[in-house]
């Protein structure tokens, strides 16, 4: 693997990995805590609208997705607190939405979406400097409003209703979580891809709530635990030359099925 390392492209994925890994340890605890992972679904499936109008305007899609998943994030969670609607119904139209939208919009434009493959399913091996720049930039993004907001995230993510009797902004901050998790969700896409995103936002938050104490022990410890899927992921994929994001997955599932049944025996 050493010798890999001399090329730029594992270079960038390595940094990609460890990028992606920050973001998804910390959203993914408030995520799977406040049990929003298929908000996070329907986000996920919805910027492929966005990546396809990138594609349409002839623009690096990252720059498009990136307010596309946030606009897709604010509906989501407006209409589905504003109106009588089950919140899985919006999240429903907004998946379909989101991918109609991108089909629509990549059928226009012109010639053949070469990288298309990759924003679906994942390439880790195609990230770019100028991606591991927007990722830098989202993760210090989110590290900056998690500073700023873990208690009152920590707050929705426990009790809502307390939240709210305690006098606290609860629209506004529940938005502005789903608006981090439309950020992580832009910076996985060019990891694992827009279907297998929720997997790697989950995964090692779940892993860790089964031995961590609080919420902080675990926002501490996802990113150690993605770190270790990405990067062993990636490790086993150079050598078995198979899909970077789908192995990354694999190692993320085996472990944390033998996490519930360690779990389980030792009583935690």
């Known amino acids: 693997m050493i010798e890999a390392l001399q090329f730029e492209f594992m270079q960038n994925a390595l940094l990609a990995a460890l990028l992606a890994s920050v973001a998804c340890g910390i959203v993914g605890a408030y995520v799977v805590v406040k049990r929003i992972v298929f908000i996070a679904g329907g986000i996920s499936h919805a910027a492929f609208g966005g990546i396809g109008l990138g594609y ?138 827009i279907i297998l995103v929720i997997a790697l936002l989950t995964i090692p938050a779940a892993v860790v709530r089964k031995w961590a104490g609080s919420l902080k022990a675990m926002m501490c410890a996802a990113p150690i635990v993605a770190a270790f899927f990405t990067c062993a992921g990636l490790v086993l994929s150079y050598y078995l030359d198979i899909a970077s994001g789908a192995t990354i997955i694999v190692v993320a599932g085996g472990v944390y099925f033998i996490n519930l049944i360690v779990a389980r025996r030792r009583g935690a």
Not at 65 to 79: D, E, K, R, Y
Not at 110 to 138: E, H, K, M, R
Not at 153 to 171: C, H, K, R, T, W
Not at 172 to 183: K, N
Request: hydrophobic letters at 60%.
């Open 56 to 193: 349409w305007l002839g623009v690096n899609p990252l720059w498009v997705v990136t307010p596309f998943s946030l606009a897709a994030a604010m509906a989501i969670g407006l209409i589905s607190r504003a109106s009588k609607t089950a919140e899985d119904t919006t999240i429903g139209v907004f998946w379909a939405l989101g991918m109609a939208l991108g089909i629509i919009f990549i059928g226009l434009s012109p010639g053949y979406a070469p990288d298309l493959f990759s924003y679906l399913f994942g390439n880790i091996l195609t990230v770019t400097t100028t991606d591991l720049y927007i990722l830098l930039a989202l993760d210090i993004l989110i590290v900056l409003v998690v500073c700023l907001l873990h208690r009152e995230f920590q707050a929705i993510a426990f009790d809502e209703d307390y939240a709210a009797a305690s006098g606290l902004p609860v629209m506004a901050i529940y938005l502005a979580l789903l608006g981090l998790t439309a950020l992580t969700v832009v910076i996985l896409i060019r990891i694992v891809g």
